[in-house]
């Protein structure tokens, strides 16, 4: 890990993010005032489930993976941050203590913002703490969304699902790179990385082409029927 310097490209990314969109600059700057910034190698671990932090994190280049350890050492995606992400935060109202483990998941640059400075400002001023409300409540519909593929899709719909969500309006066929390797996206779907080799395997019925990160889609109509 390295200790970097926030650069004006840096902060270009934080007003833009969801969070920070809503704030006057000169609350972004109270926000910001003792922030540290870092990089970070692929499987470098962030914090571990069950640690007390007094972080929140957010994503300025990269990709951050949240995962669950279950009894047997078994690790369950929880989600996937790409730039402009902020995570962690739900930690400053759960005592401090994390309750998922967090890993680098390419070479990335993470922020660290104070949690308890961060939580005072919210108290005192209304538009931090509608920003974090609007935050959590954006954190809690995307757990509903996960839980609903989980519940209502099987491993190949939730693989077409995903290709669809990168087709170009108005597009019969079309190709795109995956922006992070295939284990995760796997755990970014709630799926072994066996499953989603099997679900990969079913769509090429319906003109799915897989080579390494790139994926091909020939017809996309057959792709939505399936």
């Known amino acids: 890990m390295k200790t970097l310097q926030l650069t004006s490209s840096d902060r270009a990314i934080l007003v833009r ?9 000169s ?10 910034l870092s990089s970070h190698e692929e499987h470098d671990v962030l914090f571990r489930q069950g640690d007390s ?6 994503v300025l280049s990269g990709l951050v993976r949240l995962y669950r350890l279950g009894k047997e050492g078994r690790e ?3 989600a996937v941050f790409p730039k402009g992400e902020m995570f962690a935060e739900n930690a400053m109202f759960l005592g401090h203590r994390v309750t998922a483990s967090a890993e680098a998941a390419e070479a990335s640059i993470i922020l660290r913002l104070d949690s308890r400075k961060l939580r005072q400002l919210a ?9 974090i409300i609007e935050h959590l409540c954006h954190r809690g519909k995307m757990t509903e969304d996960l839980l609903a593929e989980d519940r209502l899709l099987t491993a190949p719909q939730r693989v077409a699902s995903y290709i669809l969500s990168h087709c170009p309006n108005g597009s019969t066929s079309f190709s795109f790179r995956l922006p992070f390797q295939k284990n995760v996206l796997a755990g970014k779907l709630g799926l072994a990385p066996e499953a989603l080799s099997r ?3 079913t769509l090429r019925q319906s003109g799915v082409t897989v080579k390494g990160r790139m994926i091909e889609i020939r017809d996309r109509q057959a792709l939505e029927r399936f």
């Open 17 to 25: 993010s969801r969070f920070f969109a809503r704030l006057p600059h």
């Open 27 to 36: 609350t972004v700057d109270a926000i910001l005032e003792g922030a540290t």
């Open 53 to 58: 932090i007094d972080d929140v994190f957010f």
């Open 76 to 78: 369950a995606d929880v």
């Open 123 to 131: 108290a005192a001023d209304p538009e931090v703490a509608q920003a």
């Open 199 to 201: 679900a990969f395997s």
